[in-house]
């Protein structure tokens, strides 16, 4: 089956103590991007990645990092998490090729940062 | 830069009743469009999307999207809604290859269906 997946769904945190949250994809996509959700102000992407080792910055990237060393893998890297950091995560590949610019997104991890 | 503006972040229709949600976007050139759904505690699921071609684009459990783009507008339709419509919705605009395939997204509306 086609999918993303991300774990942990669930992840609770104090300030200051590092995480990685996991995404990985099985359908050979180049592109794969980081995306946070908050009430009100919809979904705001953090990171990017166009292949391997080739990564930028979203909207939203202050206080995160990525890595892309293998095409299926892309975690997400918070060396110091904050309580602003509290929010609802999706990982989203897609293939990037003329008809298949839709995303595809992984069912998304709560983290809370007390 | 890019930007996509969903007017209403809260719709309430009756069951059966015409759905409208609305979506606007800005784009310097001829964009790739979406609407995705999200039901409570799950992902975003792509509910349909316009590439090139037809301007009337039909989507999964009964939607339509049409674009206009003298209006730069992508509403999002369904002739009769159901409960199950329940939901968040999110528009989202892309510009392929041009941008790095970055995604931009609406802040998003919720749609309640009465009974």
């Known amino acids: 089956e086609a999918q993303v997946t991300q774990n942990p769904r669930y992840l609770i945190t104090v300030t200051g103590k590092k995480l990685t949250v996991t995404c990985s994809q099985n359908m050979n996509h180049e592109y794969m991007s980081w995306y946070r959700q908050d009430p009100g102000l919809g979904l705001r992407q953090i990171y990017y990645?166009?292949?391997?080792?080739?990564?930028d910055k979203g909207d939203v990237p202050e206080g995160y990092k990525v890595s892309r060393k293998e095409k299926r893998n892309f975690p997400l890297i918070l060396e110091s998490p904050s309580p602003n950091q509290t929010s609802l995560y999706f990982c989203a590949s897609n293939a990037g090729t003329p008809g298949s610019y839709e995303q595809y997104f992984g069912p998304g991890t709560r983290l809370t940062v007390t | 830069a890019q930007s996509v503006t969903q007017l209403g972040s809260h719709v309430s229709v009756s069951e059966g009743a015409l759905v409208l949600l609305r979506c606007n976007y800005s784009s310097s050139v001829p964009p790739y469009l979406f609407w995705y759904v999200q039901y409570p505690n799950q992902g975003l699921q792509l509910l349909l999307k316009?590439?090139?071609?037809?301007?009337l684009v039909k989507g999964i459990n009964g939607f339509e999207a049409e674009f206009k783009k003298s209006e730069t507008s992508f509403h999002l339709t369904k002739p009769s809604a159901h409960m199950s419509d329940a939901a968040e919705y999110f528009c989202a605009v892309s510009e392929g290859r041009n941008t790095g395939n970055q995604f931009y997204f609406g802040t998003g509306t919720s749609l309640t269906v009465i009974p």
């Open positions: 990645s166009m292949n391997v080792e080739v990564t």
């Open positions: 316009y590439t090139t071609g037809a301007t």
